[in-house]
């Protein structure tokens, strides 16, 4: 049941997609041109990478706050190794950004399994204790475009079989989510755990283990975010990305990803960043003030977490109503 409510939501989302393109296409036709695709698509890339990190979070019942202020940490880091050594390899600085930013995860997971605290709690506090790291790195100053590594700012902005560099990365990782949540087991296990914690405990699942490893997964495409994310606006500074984790979240929810846990899937969540690269591309062109919106971001989280809830009370009790045809 839970999986066709899933799938009727994908695909309804996907109509509504459809519909506002169309809408906006009507009044500015460049707007379905492929050129505006592609832009859409580029716009939204690393706000696919970072969902797909968010996206695990949420299937445990839990939530990563700090995911902005690690990206703008690790792009930080990334841009002051790049600034001090302007021979490194763009591998280098990649693999770099994927350690320092699971290093930064895998401290939320720490926290949370370690003393058993609220995931809310202890990522609202490693929000600021990161933000206040990137603040003593730099010293305060910025990085600015003639100070961030070539190969940094190049990558972004490479186009390889027609695609962005940065839309094949979000490909990339969609493809590396749905894989690891379809067919390894650890990734069943992530729904276990969120769906009934006391059942997969029950079964052997771990669920230090699996707290650790997402928490540290999250990290890491966070800190891989930062590093694309200084290269595509050559900039590094302590506010980078800064109220950012809400677009996230907000992304994972509109494509149906439960903040109850248990709920999700990567085509759901990838729709939901669709959803949110269009209509932020469609604003400008149908000339609503840009301050509108978060406001319309913040109307659409609570449509759909009202939607989500009621779906799932509408199936517990179609669940509970059969066990009771059954007695």
Not at 115 to 134: D, E, H, K, N
Request: hydrophobic fraction near 55%; charge should be positive; glycine fraction near 12%.
């Amino acid at each position: 049941m839970k999986k066709f409510n899933v799938i009727r939501r994908e695909w309804l989302l996907l109509a509504i997609i459809v519909v506002i393109a169309l809408a906006v296409g009507a009044r500015a036709p460049v707007f379905l041109s492929w050129r505006n695709g592609l832009d859409i698509a580029n716009d939204s890339a690393i706000l696919s990478i970072l969902v797909m990190g968010q996206m695990l979070v949420l299937l445990t019942r839990g939530i990563d706050l700090s995911v902005a202020s690690n990206l703008a940490l690790t792009g930080m880091v990334c841009a002051l190794l790049g600034r001090a050594w302007p021979e490194a390899p763009i591998v280098l600085l990649i693999l770099v950004s994927l350690v320092v930013g699971a290093l930064l995860g895998s401290v939320n997971g720490w926290l949370i399994t370690r003393f058993a605290l609220p995931p809310i709690v202890v990522t609202l506090g490693t929000l600021s204790a990161y933000r206040g790291a990137i603040f003593v790195a730099s010293k305060g100053a910025w990085i600015s475009d003639q100070d961030i590594h070539p190969a940094i700012k190049g990558l972004p902005r490479e186009v390889w079989l027609g695609l962005p560099a940065l839309v094949w990365f979000a490909l990339a990782v969609l493809a590396a989510s749905a894989v690891f949540l379809k067919l390894r087991r650890e990734g069943r296990e992530i729904y276990a755990l969120g769906g009934n914690p006391h059942a997969a405990a029950y079964v052997g699942i771990s669920a230090n283990k699996r707290l650790m490893m997402v928490y540290t997964l999250s990290g890491m495409l966070a800190g891989l975010s930062g590093l694309l994310w200084v290269g595509r606006y050559s900039i590094a500074y302590t506010e980078l990305a800064a109220g950012y984790e809400l677009t996230v979240v907000a992304a994972c929810v509109i494509g149906g990803v439960s903040i109850g846990g248990g709920v999700g899937s990567v085509l759901g969540a990838a729709l939901g960043v669709l959803f949110i690269g269009v209509v932020n591309g469609a604003l400008p062109v149908i000339q609503v003030s840009p301050f509108w919106q978060q406001a319309i971001a913040g109307a659409v989280i609570l449509v759909s977490v009202a939607v989500n809830a009621r779906a799932e009370r509408r199936a517990g009790r179609q669940i509970l109503e059969r066990k009771g045809s059954l007695a």
